[in-house]
């Protein structure tokens, strides 16, 4: 999402424009629609062909000017954002009979009026004007949102104090009681702010920025470590069922998001998103719509996220996802769960994949590096993840070299995550302590030299820290 105020601001930024997405929110305060300089319109014109979510933020009145509302949406804007203020005093004294507030009714009208002068595919939207009063607001709000409106803005003045956001609470309150459970409301984005005021008034009406949707568990890999599909753990789900996988572990590794319902998800989520992160139990890549909605939400604007074992992407898919990518580094970005620097073992920690799956993984990834080179560094990123257990915990120098082999952007060395008792099995030994935190070390200072970055470092060094020395045995004696 971008915003910018024209209204405070008089001067045009130099804006990176080339990868504004197709369908990513651009909202523009203007001064007013009359005589607008031509370099704004050059820019709206630029703006439109680039992204068909940009939102003029524009004076009421403005709005019922057929010139120049007309002249505005035929260089493509998705709709208007009309700024009003609620007449407090005035309503207050026309309470609706049975009805605590009937809202602010010339507000209402006018929207009404204005909603049947624009096209049904275009988006008409309040900028309200916030004084001190909030009496009012909340009934005004459902009364345009039954015309209609998905969506409003609060331009508020100032700094979120308690008192003032408490008022706002009682304002979503209200707004939840009287069921607009699909409206956004937004602060005003365009000053520092907003995510404050999202945070200090608990609006749920908008006000997430992280994501995470489960698309898949199914995978056809077998890691160790794996609480789904290890083998130790498969064979101990058997067990205890006599022999057979139970009729609803099969069901549940076959579980798959239904696509209209995810693309519904993604198109909903509010633009105070910022980032998004597909998973699954399993691969969130085995879904055969998975670059669909990586595309659908990269489209969007949203910084995208997706942990995989990297297989399952064909050279088409790959040369689509690069060209998804945004023009900061992570914008695109995947974890590669490798979790071995060799194919020998990469096969030990995964015993169904072979020499063949190994070397599909490498060149998927370095399918994406060569695409960044070619395009100065622009591109999707990647993580080489390590998961870190008893069978690897002694090369992970090893995995910082195929990083920079590969063109990775980062490491990361996960400890373990214990399932059940069967995965007991895969700890690192207490006597492989003291060379697993050396092995972590060297796999450390070589990424460092090689510009790669650690992820959460820190923990790592703890672990350097606490293990490297000679451990004291305190279980003898
Ligand atoms: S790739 Fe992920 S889901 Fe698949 S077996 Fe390995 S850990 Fe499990």
Not at 235 to 247: H, I, V
Not at 279 to 302: N, T, Y
Not at 406 to 435: S, T
């Amino acid at each position: 999402m971008l915003s910018l105020d024209l209204v405070n601001e008089v001067k045009i930024p130099h804006f990176k424009l080339v990868k504004l997405m197709p369908k990513e929110l651009f909202y523009i305060r203007l001064p007013s629609l009359k005589d607008l300089p031509e370099e704004i319109n050059i820019f709206l014109q630029k703006v439109t062909f680039l992204s068909s979510e940009v939102i003029l933020s524009i004076p009421a009145e403005d709005f019922a000017v057929d010139e120049w509302r007309k002249k505005y949406l035929s260089f493509g804007i998705k709709g208007f954002a009309i700024r009003a203020t609620h007449q407090v005093e005035k309503w207050l004294k026309h309470q609706g009979i049975g009805q605590i507030y009937s809202g602010d009714r010339d507000l209402m009208d006018m929207f009404h009026r204005y909603r049947s002068m624009l096209e049904q595919d275009k988006d008409l939207i309040v900028e309200f004007q916030i004084g001190s009063d909030l009496r009012i607001l909340a009934p005004t709000i459902t009364g345009i949102v039954e015309m209609g409106a998905k969506w409003v803005v609060l331009n508020v003045e100032g700094e979120p104090t308690n008192k003032r956001c408490l008022e706002f609470r009682d304002v979503f309150e209200y707004l939840k009681i009287r069921g607009c459970t699909k409206l956004n409301v937004y602060f005003p984005f365009w000053n520092n702010y907003f995510r404050e005021w999202d945070i200090k008034t608990q609006n749920t009406f908008s006000g997430i920025s992280d994501v995470h949707i489960d698309i898949s568990n199914r995978c056809t890999h077998s890691c160790v470590f794996c609480g789904l599909y290890g083998p130790e753990a498969l064979a101990d789900m058997k067990k205890r069922s006599g022999g057979e996988l139970p009729e609803v572990t099969k069901n549940y590794m076959k579980m798959e998001i239904d696509p209209v319902t995810c693309h519904e998800i993604i198109q909903n989520l509010p633009w105070s998103v910022k980032y998004l992160q597909f998973g699954g139990m399993g691969d969130p890549l085995m879904h055969e719509h998975s670059v669909d909605f990586i595309a659908a939400a990269r489209e969007r604007g949203f910084k995208v996220e997706v942990l995989s074992n990297m297989e399952y992407l064909e050279s088409e898919d790959i040369h689509r996802l690069h060209r998804l990518s945004g023009n900061k580094l992570n914008d695109l970005h995947f974890i590669a769960n490798i979790s071995a620097g060799n194919p020998e073992l990469y096969i030990e920690t995964r015993p169904r994949q072979t020499i063949k799956n190994y070397e599909k993984v490498l060149q998927n990834l370095s399918l994406f590096s060569k695409l960044r080179e070619e395009n100065n560094g622009t591109g999707v990123s990647f993580t080489i993840m390590c998961v870190v257990n008893k069978l690897n915990c002694l090369h992970l120098k090893e995995v910082s070299e195929l990083a920079h082999k590969l063109g990775a952007q980062r490491v990361w060395f996960k400890p373990m995550e214990i399932h059940g008792e069967i995965h007991h099995l895969y700890i690192p030994k207490k006597e492989m302590l003291k060379a697993m935190a050396n092995s972590l070390k060297e796999a450390i200072d070589y990424a460092i030299e090689k510009d790669i970055t650690v992820f959460q470092k820190e923990y790592c060094d703890q672990i350097i820290n606490k293990y490297s020395g000679d451990l004291i045995d305190v279980t003898s004696n």
